[in-house]
């Protein structure tokens, strides 16, 4: 399914700097259609969506809606049908990957509000290094219109920093999350030489690939004509673990964790939450 091989390079990029720009891999047709329903979708009422204006009455609007494939047969055929979990498990060398979750983001013309800077791993459910987010670009993406923006090399800080959620939500955090640093404000940073700051522009089909740890971020969308649309899809495999929920971020389905038999500490083998979706067929051959 994909367009082009993953090379040596993308894999050694990957696990230097955390973050890898694939280009072109999806097709222009996938991505019109990946388009049509994320807009579509960011004007339902859904549960999962959240909309916010820009505070002080400015003109833009930040849209985020999370595990649509869960309830949308279009969106799991994006998740199951693009090229997004074999890109991962190639550039993580791992043999297969599990859907984790999806997630949509939308920055109307001329949004104020930045995404804050921050890593994925401390709002999870999990520990490990193989897990991996796909973030796929579906409109054009520059710095111009909240390109995102990456601490190369964060991954291996073996630093966790306070996961606080965008907008802020009443108890949010879990456990000893609390007592975790705050993320630094890195965009203070860029000047800086102790740090290498990473980001792409982007046309739609290129798609960026992280792991869990690597700390980035966005500024304003301050393009009054193009929408920045985006939709990740996360995947798992290899030393991926279960974890105490360290948020009140949830999958649906693992409310009652012990009941899906999901274990702190063992891999999350449930077939119905945690799909396969993509196996290497030379493995297969092997097995």
């Known amino acids: 399914m994909l367009r082009h091989s993953i090379t040596k390079d993308d894999v050694l990029a990957y696990e230097r700097d955390g973050v890898v720009c694939i280009r072109d891999q999806f097709n222009a047709d996938l991505v019109e259609k990946a388009r049509k329903i994320c807009v579509e979708h960011s004007k339902r009422a859904a549960p999962s969506l959240v909309a916010a204006d820009d505070a002080d009455g400015g003109p833009g609007r930040t849209i985020v809606s999370s595990h649509m494939a869960r309830t949308r047969p279009e969106f799991m055929a994006l998740v199951t049908g693009s090229p997004a979990a ?3 498990a190639r550039l993580m060398g791992v043999p297969d990957v599990r859907y984790f979750y999806d997630q949509l983001f939308i920055k109307e013309p001329g949004t104020q509000a930045p995404t804050d800077w921050h890593h994925d791993l401390p709002f999870w459910p999990f520990k490990g290094n193989h897990i991996a987010s796909v973030w796929i670009a579906l409109t054009p993406v520059n710095q111009e219109n909240s390109g995102l923006v990456y601490v190369a090399g964060s991954h291996n800080w073996g630093t966790l920093y306070r996961p606080d959620p965008a907008p802020p ?4 955090l879990r456990g000893t999350s609390a007592n975790l640093p705050p993320c630094p404000a890195f965009h203070k940073e860029f000047d800086n030489p102790e740090y290498r700051f990473l980001s792409w522009d982007m046309e739609p089909g290129d798609c960026l690939v992280h792991h869990p740890l690597t700390v980035h971020g966005a500024g304003p969308n301050a393009s009054l004509e193009q929408r920045r649309v985006a939709l990740s899809i996360r995947y798992f495999g290899g030393d991926a673990k279960w974890a105490a929920p360290p948020t009140a971020f ?8 012990a009941a899906a038999g999901l274990v702190p500490g063992e891999f999350p083998a449930s077939e119905h939450i945690f799909p396969v979706i993509w196996r290497d067929s030379e493995e297969e051959g092997t097995a």
């Open 86 to 88: 074999e890109i991962a």
């Open 250 to 257: 949830r999958v649906p389905g693992t409310e009652n964790a």
């Open 169 to 172: 939500r009443e108890n949010f």
